[in-house]
Structure formats: C-alpha cells, structure tokens
C-alpha cells in the first residue's frame, strides 16, 4: 500500500517487500482553474502551465545539472524529464501524470547526494486557484506504473496562496542508502533559476 505523505516527513525508498527502489519515477498530476462565466452562469476552464524540474547537488551542495523542459535528460542520462505539459487536465482529474521525472538511482554519479524537485507556475498562474495537485513516487516509467511507492498531496493548503513556485520534495543520500524529504513549501520565487537557489541555501 502506498504511503500517504505528509509536510516534512521523510521516508526510505524501500518498495513494501523490502527492496530498494531502483527506477524511481516522480509523476505530478494537476487541474485546469474552472472560472465562473458571465453573471456566474456556467463554468470555464482555464489551462494552466506548471513545469516541474528537478536539481542534482553533490555532499558540498554544489549545484551538477538541471532537468526542467528546456533540458529533458542530464549529462549522464540517469534522470529524464517527461516533456513540457502546457494544460493540466482541463476535463477533470484523470489520474494519468501530467509531467514525469524518472531517476535510475543506481545510475547517478557517485558524487550526487542530493535530487531535489521544484514545481513552478510557466505563466505565473496562482498555485491557490488550481483545484488539485499531487505527486507520486512509483517504480516504472512515465508509460507504466509497477508499483506506486507514496503519494503527496501538494494543493490543499492555503499556504500555496499567492505563490507561483514551491519546492516538492528532496531525494537525499544517507550511509549509502537514498531517502526522500516530503517538504512541500511554496517560496517567493518567480523563476526556476531563483527556486534552485532557494533550495540550495534552505532545503539540502
């Protein structure tokens, strides 16, 4: 059964039989703004652009490469980016990721201690008035879900209000063994290059 993460808590990437997570993919899921229409008579839906990345760091949190829309894939090929989603799901919550972040954890480079992942509003459209938005850890791909490992609710708060970007969440390595930091904190930031400071200076 799935672990139902909540603020701040921190877990080890261990699937339920005791293994530990390998291929490990990072879904985000999140709705269209639904606006009322004219005199408050019907519904619209507003398409909205959030674009998720990811930040690798070494031990001295020295910033090794980011995986956002512009760049799909890092240097050695051991995380990869989905592709930029520009609507979210503007038909309701269809359970399907609308942006995914796959890591091969064996893979990475020795020296990356830290995979920290961010989410930002494209269009600055306010995290407030988007009707849901949730992570997933799961091993498989983008295309196939084997297992879903734990499942973050990152909507639901009105600490999102009035901001554009937050940071998800942090894969971090402890005694040879990788865990995850479920932060779910909104930040001040306007752009990607601003939320990877923030991380670096409050987060690893």
Request: aromatic share 10%; proline share 2%.
């Amino acid at each position: 059964m799935a672990i139902n993460l909540q603020k701040g808590q921190r877990i080890s990437l261990e699937k339920s039989n005791g293994n530990k997570l390998e291929s490990v993919c990072v879904g985000i899921n999140w709705g269209a703004i639904e606006k009322k229409g004219l005199f408050g008579f019907g519904v619209t839906k507003e398409a909205v652009d959030l674009d998720a990345s990811c930040a690798l760091f070494d031990e001295s949190k020295r910033l090794i490469d980011v995986i956002y829309f512009g760049n799909l894939k890092s240097k050695d090929g051991s995380v990869k980016h989905s592709g930029d989603d520009l609507t979210g799901d503007l038909n309701g919550n269809d359970g399907i990721d609308n942006e995914v972040i796959t890591v091969n954890l064996p893979g990475l480079p020795a020296s990356v201690t830290y995979v920290a992942f961010m989410l930002n509003s494209f269009r600055g459209q306010d995290f407030g008035t988007i009707p849901f938005a949730s992570i997933r850890i799961y091993e498989g791909t983008p295309t196939r879900v084997n297992e879903v490992f734990a499942t973050y609710d990152i909507a639901h708060s009105k600490d999102f209000a009035g901001h554009v970007a937050m940071v998800m969440g942090v894969f971090y390595k402890k005694n040879g063994d990788w865990k995850f930091n479920a932060i779910g904190e909104p930040t001040r930031d306007r752009k990607l290059e601003e939320t990877v400071k923030t991380v670096t200076n409050n987060y690893l």
